[in-house]
């Protein structure tokens, strides 16, 4: 006998790839004729930026460029020194199934550097970052979760999912003119700069995503290149941008990544001297993911009152946004100064941020660290740079977990604030930003199929109505009513029934 079975489809959001691609930097860095010869270095630093990023086919390529950045002191010792070489790489991914509503994130992170100077002139550098990718598509899962027949009985229970409603990828540009101000000193050179991109109100409305936040520059200048005098300026720039989101609306829960891509800072006085004017140029990239909460029935047993039933099981996978969650927390930390002393800090950044999610029982833990980077004056006034390796850890509120739990997260550093503590320690205060996206997936043995052989009737008494049985405490009606083959319901109306439980020793009538 063949049974109809019900099933529902439920759109998802498949991560069709994810993979990294490490580009090495090997370079020999002969200094420019303008710059002085190197005494000692300060600090390197790598900044890849990327340019274009596509999928075609089933390839991912991605262009961009890297930028080296040497910092060092001439024979005076009196000014850091800058001296910077950018080169292209690009790379590709081979990425299977892709279709053409496919969105890609692609990412970049420093691995590891080193530097040494083989002459005055001369640098040898080797280091390497890596190209971090992932391919999120469309995608329809199919459940079941009925068996139509008069004669069957089945069991089931209600799993929860996040069904996909949007998934979204768009490109967009900052361009501002900035200006540092009269009192601040006309900037020569930008000796280091970070852009970080603070989302404050993401509000869907039908098919669009409405971002509002901050752009937060910071750059590090030359006001004079001979005696080394530096200047610092923060830029907090309104952000506010559309961002095409078909499917998303008021109602969904949305997953949104906004990456700063590559940007890039120029000068106004490389044409006017007087000038206390930048130029940003940024790249950014938005990838939404829209879901709406949904229950589906899943059968976990069934049989026949009147075959014999092959079932066939199949694990599924409930995949459901547990939460968003948005988080500050402030670290502190101390960083030393060496046998020179302190008597000027100059500038505070971090570098080099690595972070888990690991699932600590029902909830989601995130940690990690990064390398707090500071250049400072010594007390004979020379500059030094100094590094501090600081840990954090973050327990996001979401809902508690049953299934395994995952965190799709993005930590920022956008402030470190610092005192000088005393002639050998500096005391510092990170301001850390957390957005964690937590996903939890169920795995789940479910019926996918049943057959019955109707030449096989099951034997069962036809000559009474009812029959008697002594039930056990702890037994389970459904087990009892299949022995019987009659139902489950019908077992709990004739003993007037409400658990599915017998609570203790006791006699039970079964209808047949």
Same mark, same amino acid.
């Given at each position: 006998?063949?049974?109809?079975?019900? #099933?529902?489809?439920?759109?998802?959001?498949?991560?069709?790839?994810?993979?990294?691609?490490?580009?090495?930097?090997?370079?020999?860095?002969?200094?420019?004729?303008?710059?002085?010869?190197?005494?000692?270095?300060?600090?390197?630093?790598?900044?890849?930026?990327?340019?274009?990023?596509?999928?075609?086919?089933?390839?991912?390529?991605?262009?961009?460029?890297?930028?080296?950045?040497?910092?060092?002191?001439?024979?005076?010792?009196?000014?850091?020194?800058?001296?910077?070489?950018?080169?292209?790489?690009?790379?590709?991914?081979?990425?299977?199934?892709?279709?053409?509503?496919?969105?890609?994130?692609?990412?970049?992170?420093?691995?590891?550097?080193?530097?040494?100077?083989?002459?005055?002139?001369?640098?040898?550098? =080797?280091?390497?970052?890596?190209?971090?990718?992932?391919?999120?598509?469309?995608?329809?899962?199919?459940?079941?979760?009925?068996?139509?027949?008069?004669?069957?009985?089945?069991?089931?229970?209600?799993?929860?999912?996040?069904?996909?409603?949007?998934? &979204?990828?768009?490109?967009?540009?900052?361009? !501002?003119?900035?200006?540092?101000?009269?009192?601040?000193?006309?900037?020569?050179?930008?000796?280091?700069?970070?852009?970080?991109?603070?989302?404050?109100?993401?509000?869907?409305? !039908?098919?669009?995503?409405?971002?509002?936040?901050?752009?937060?520059?910071?750059?590090?200048?030359?006001?004079?290149?001979?005696?080394?005098?530096?200047?610092? /300026?923060?830029?907090?720039?309104?952000?506010?941008? *559309?961002?095409?989101?078909?499917? *998303?609306?008021?109602?969904?829960?949305?997953?949104?990544?906004?990456?700063?891509?590559?940007?890039?800072?120029?000068? #106004?006085?490389?044409?006017?001297?007087?000038?206390?004017?930048?130029?940003?140029?940024?790249?950014?990239?938005?990838?939404?993911? $829209?879901?709406?909460?949904?229950?589906?029935?899943?059968?976990?047993?069934?049989?026949?009152?009147?075959?014999?039933?092959?079932?066939?099981?199949?694990?599924?996978?409930?995949?459901?946004?547990? @939460?968003?969650?948005?988080?500050?927390?402030?670290?502190?930390?101390?960083? @030393?100064?060496?046998?020179?002393?302190?008597?000027?800090?100059?500038?505070?950044?971090?570098?080099?941020?690595?972070?888990? &999610?690991?699932?600590?029982?029902? =909830?989601?833990?995130?940690? $990690?660290?990064?390398?707090?980077? +500071?250049? %400072?004056?010594?007390?004979?006034?020379?500059?030094?740079?100094?590094? #501090?390796? +600081?840990?954090?850890?973050?327990?996001? !509120?979401?809902?508690?977990?049953?299934?395994?739990?995952?965190?799709?997260?993005?930590?920022?550093?956008?402030?470190?604030?610092?005192?000088?503590?005393?002639?050998?320690?500096?005391?510092?205060?990170?301001?850390?930003?957390?957005?964690?996206?937590?996903? !939890?997936?169920?795995?789940?043995?479910?019926?996918?199929?049943?057959?019955?052989?109707?030449?096989?009737?099951?034997?069962?008494?036809?000559? %009474? &109505?009812?029959?008697?049985?002594?039930?056990?405490?702890?037994?389970?009606?459904?087990?009892?009513?299949? /022995?019987?083959?009659?139902?489950?319901?019908?077992?709990?109306?004739?003993?007037?029934?409400?658990?599915?439980?017998? =609570?203790?020793?006791? /006699?039970?009538?079964?209808?047949?």
């Amino acid at each position: 006998m063949e049974y109809t079975l019900k #099933k529902e489809n439920c759109r998802t959001c498949e991560k069709i790839f994810e993979g990294a691609s490490e580009q090495p930097v090997d370079l020999e860095l002969s200094l420019p004729d303008y710059c002085p010869d190197v005494e000692r270095i300060l600090k390197c630093r790598i900044c890849p930026g990327i340019t274009s990023r596509n999928i075609a086919g089933d390839r991912l390529d991605v262009d961009g460029n890297v930028t080296v950045r040497l910092y060092y002191l001439d024979s005076k010792k009196q000014a850091v020194r800058f001296c910077e070489h950018t080169s292209p790489f690009s790379c590709s991914f081979t990425v299977k199934k892709a279709e053409a509503d496919s969105i890609c994130r692609v990412r970049l992170r420093n691995e590891y550097l080193n530097c040494r100077a083989v002459s005055p002139r001369k640098l040898d550098i =080797h280091g390497a970052f890596s190209v971090l990718a992932s391919v999120y598509q469309n995608s329809s899962r199919q459940y079941c979760t009925a068996i139509e027949g008069s004669d069957i009985q089945q069991q089931q229970h209600t799993e929860k999912l996040s069904a996909l409603r949007c998934c &979204a990828g768009q490109q967009f540009s900052i361009s !501002e003119v900035l200006d540092i101000g009269k009192g601040k000193g006309t900037p020569e050179t930008i000796l280091r700069s970070e852009l970080f991109v603070l989302p404050e109100d993401c509000r869907a409305i !039908e098919d669009k995503l409405m971002l509002k936040g901050e752009a937060v520059l910071k750059v590090l200048y030359l006001t004079d290149m001979d005696t080394g005098t530096q200047d610092t /300026m923060t830029f907090h720039i309104p952000l506010s941008q *559309i961002i095409d989101a078909h499917g *998303i609306d008021e109602n969904t829960i949305n997953d949104i990544g906004i990456d700063v891509l590559s940007y890039d800072i120029s000068l #106004k006085s490389e044409f006017d001297e007087s000038s206390t004017l930048l130029t940003l140029d940024a790249r950014l990239s938005a990838v939404v993911l $829209g879901y709406d909460e949904q229950e589906i029935s899943v059968i976990d047993d069934a049989y026949s009152t009147d075959y014999n039933l092959e079932l066939g099981y199949k694990t599924d996978s409930f995949e459901r946004l547990a @939460g968003i969650c948005r988080m500050t927390q402030s670290l502190v930390g101390t960083i @030393g100064t060496g046998d020179n002393g302190i008597s000027q800090v100059l500038d505070v950044w971090c570098d080099n941020i690595s972070s888990i &999610a690991d699932q600590d029982g029902s =909830h989601i833990q995130i940690r $990690g660290k990064f390398n707090c980077c +500071m250049l %400072a004056l010594d007390r004979d006034g020379t500059p030094f740079c100094a590094e #501090k390796t +600081m840990d954090f850890a973050f327990s996001p !509120e979401s809902d508690e977990l049953t299934g395994k739990g995952t965190a799709r997260h993005e930590l920022t550093v956008p402030h470190i604030a610092f005192r000088i503590a005393d002639d050998n320690t500096v005391e510092l205060k990170a301001e850390t930003r957390l957005y964690a996206a937590i996903y !939890e997936v169920r795995t789940v043995k479910c019926v996918h199929d049943v057959q019955a052989d109707e030449s096989k009737l099951r034997e069962k008494d036809r000559t %009474a &109505a009812l029959t008697i049985y002594y039930a056990d405490a702890g037994e389970n009606l459904w087990d009892i009513a299949r /022995m019987y083959c009659t139902s489950v319901e019908a077992v709990r109306l004739e003993n007037n029934l409400t658990d599915d439980i017998i =609570h203790a020793r006791s /006699m039970v009538l079964i209808p047949m």
